[in-house]
């Protein structure tokens, strides 16, 4: 995993923030990238004066955006067309689509901002989304928020944490399971304070 590390390292130093957004970009896609260790890496370089802290974070942020929009117009395309044309096979038909669609436009949003907090969510999450046929204005609020909320902390973690950053990328390899118990505490957290919240609502 050093080797990797260093690879990525070399990338950033001579392509700059052009290497972070088509990386980041492919990697939410579902590419093999360990996105969080490239941001904290790119952090740590902006840190040491490597790289420019704004183009950095652009990058960052437009890069998720872009992949996290590429899953989601594949779903919307393929996806769709593979479960409307051949979900009956499966068992699925337009009524389990519709619900799956009341299900992401209600809770299921959340998954889009919080689950790039989650190794594995953040790449289905887009497809699914599309694939419900989640209208866009939803799907890029609550997705396009979290692109943002994901890149500034852990581009914030490699700057802030810059001299500990070897100690930093051991954790993110060692223990990705405390990403997702904490990912899965959030969203669980959100979903009870919804349904709730609005239970207390006077009718």
Known sequence: MEYLHDTFAQWLL???SIALFFLLALGIVALPIPDETLMVISGVMIHQGHLYAIPTIIA???GSMC????????GRTAGHFLFTRYGKWVGINEKNMKKA???FEYLGKWTLTFGYFIPGVRHVTGI???TTSLE???FALFAYT???IWATIFLSIGYFFGPYWTCILCF???HPYEFIVAGLFIFLLIWLIKRYGNSNEPS
């Open 172 to 174: 993110l390899d060692e």
């Open 67 to 74: 992949g996290i929009t590429l899953s989601y117009v594949l």
């Open 128 to 130: 699914f989304a599309g």
């Open 60 to 62: 960052a942020f437009l």
């Open 14 to 16: 001579e392509y700059g």
């Open 101 to 103: 669609h009341d299900w």
């Open 136 to 138: 866009y204005p939803t």
């Open 146 to 148: 979290g692109a943002a």
